[in-house]
């Protein structure tokens, strides 16, 4: 819960689910959900209490971030010199490891002054603009895409 889903509560939810299975067996989602809501405040905005804990459970289940990193090596592999990665994420977990896997082949890692010369960099992708957010008029007429962060990097000729 803290992990996949950055639950502040998670220690909170955690123990009342543990303490709720021990009475009787959560057999339904709706169960848990009430569960989470009673032991979450909610807060100011319309977003369920438990919607971050569901989250953390189905990245988990499905292996979402893994498979993102995987997705991401396949897609770069596939790409021609010029060629243009472009990945829409939907949740801060997602858009860090994109923004970090872009970063890594685009910029140089930091410089250790206490640590002899390490080989030269060669950028292979270039990061192209600012990530990339939808604005009020996209998410009034379309509400999901309020999380959606576009990135964008080009594939350079020394990575051929």
Do not use: C
Not at 127 to 142: F, L, M, R, T
Request: hydrophobic fraction near 45%; charge should be positive; avoid cysteine.
């Amino acid at each position: 819960l803290w992990t996949y889903g950055e639950e502040r509560m998670s220690r909170r939810i955690a123990r009342a689910i543990v303490a709720r299975r021990a009475q009787q067996p959560i057999e339904r989602t709706a169960d848990l959900a009430q569960l989470i809501a009673a032991v979450v405040p909610r807060g100011k905005n319309d977003i369920h209490p438990a919607t971050r804990s569901f989250q953390a459970i189905r990245i988990h289940i499905n292996r979402e971030l893994a498979d993102l990193e995987a997705g991401l090596d396949a897609a770069y592999a596939a790409l021609k010199p010029q060629g243009r990665l472009a990945v829409i994420s939907f949740h801060s977990l997602e858009d860090r490891i994109v923004k970090r896997y872009i970063a890594a082949r685009a910029k140089a890692p930091p410089a250790n002054r206490r640590l002899p010369v390490a080989e030269t960099f060669v950028p292979t992708l270039r990061a192209i603009g600012d990530a990339q957010k939808a604005d009020a008029a996209e998410v009034a007429s379309n509400p999901r895409s309020r999380s959606a962060v576009l990135r964008v990097a080009e594939k350079l000729e020394a990575a051929a």
